[in-house]
């Protein structure tokens, strides 16, 4: 397993910090904000220094119930590549539901919801798994996710759940301890607890974050200070095993340099501090020298063939040596098909039982039985919240256009439109919604918004004959 060391989460708005910052031995991008064939300039200087760069990503959904879509694990693989990254990381989440395997319309969430922990939701996400192994050119590792809402009915506690995921697909873990304090707070969950079930060999390696605490419900921010709780979580893990990398998420609220590099050094000491306590004798972790051949992990492809989605002609084994980093991962074989395949009705039990969650979530239907209502009200304004401030983000000329009211407007749309697209077609249609109510009322700001829209749209705004229609439509659909 490829020895990482202290790293922190590239952004585009601190990259210059992090290009400065002492002591970072690496650093993880997110995976859908980067092009493979068009790489930021800060991420390829840092790779020229030598800095180790893991694409994470948040949108393959491989808790869904559907299987993963092939376009999306290209696409993911070619970024690995274009790293030269010795490993890629995804979730253990669900991000859209409905759709032809539901009979229903697709939803997307725009956020990282939990799977429930029950049997037929392993199964789904084992073959899942098994998929973008097969698909992916370097090994996974999957992440546990923090939760505000805890399903009714699961089988498996967290550790459990996470264990035999590992023990029948070979996936490496990605462990959040900020996750784990976040679902300590949100759901009585304890994160001891859940660090003694899982294998912790296993992990790949760690995320640490700060949050705040809000009407007794722990927000996983990822925009405050690490709080001790979570450092106090670290020091668990790290006491019990050497984790071969951990580091520092931050997303929002961004604090001056001296402030990250201060939080690193905090963390860098927690885990020498969690080490020194680890018993005599304690499994460490599997150390890999970059010398190492490269050895494939459980249904990864073997580099020779083409990566999926390359061009024609495209070849691992034509890529110049240092593209892909060398990195020795244990060879586990196959589960049986009987063990990973799931059993009859599986998906579709998993797929119903999602898309009721996500539709009560994002699109106002009643609360699924055995939901408590009032934590899936907290969870649907977070949502819509955070889907205000990315679509704020995308398209930054909305609330300069709107000012003031651009939030509350947004928050009104997004009560009755779920999001079916990404983050910037819902921006376009949240546009187009104005626009259709004769909105905004300053003249002004209705013409600059009817150009924005233009522009983007490539079509003509609509005519008044159009949204009469448009509008007569929406309202029979919220009967």
Known sequence: MTELGIG????????????????????????ENICADHLPDSLTRLRERGVTVVPHGV???????????????AALGEKAVALGAPLVTEHIAFVRAGGPLTASPLLEAGHLLPVPRTRDALDVLCENVRIAQDALPV???????????????????EGQF?????????????????????????????????????PVEAIAYVHVAGGVERDGVWHDTHAHPVPGAVLDVLADLASRVSPPGVLLERDDDFPPAEELATELTVIRQTVAAGGTARPRGARPSVRASRRAPLLIGAGARVSG???????????LAQEPASVIEPVSVPVQAPAPVHESAPRDGARQRVGLAQAALLSALVAGTPAPEGFDSRRLGVQSRALAAKRAGVVAKVAPELPEILGKGFRPAFLAYARTRPMTGGYRRDALDFAEHLLLADRPEDPAARRRLTEWWQDRSGTRPPGRALRFARAARHALARR
Do not use: F
Request: hydrophobic fraction near 45%.
């Open 162 to 198: 996470l264990a035999e995921l590992v023990e029948r697909t070979g996936v490496r873990l990605l462990i959040d301890v900020a996750n784990l304090h976040t679902n300590h707070v949100n759901r009585g969950e304890d994160p001891a607890k859940a660090l003694a079930e899982l």
């Open 139 to 157: 090994p996974l590792a999957l992440e546990n996710i923090a939760a505000l809402i805890a399903w009714p009915g699961e089988e498996l506690t």
């Open 8 to 31: 922190i989460g590239w952004r585009p708005e601190i990259a210059e910090a992090v290009e400065a910052l002492p002591g970072v031995d690496w650093v993880e991008v997110v995976a």
């Open 59 to 73: 949108s393959l959904g491989l808790g869904g119930a559907d299987r993963p879509d092939p376009a999306r694990l």
């Open 305 to 315: 063939g083409p990566m999926p989605g390359a061009p024609a002609g495209q070849d």
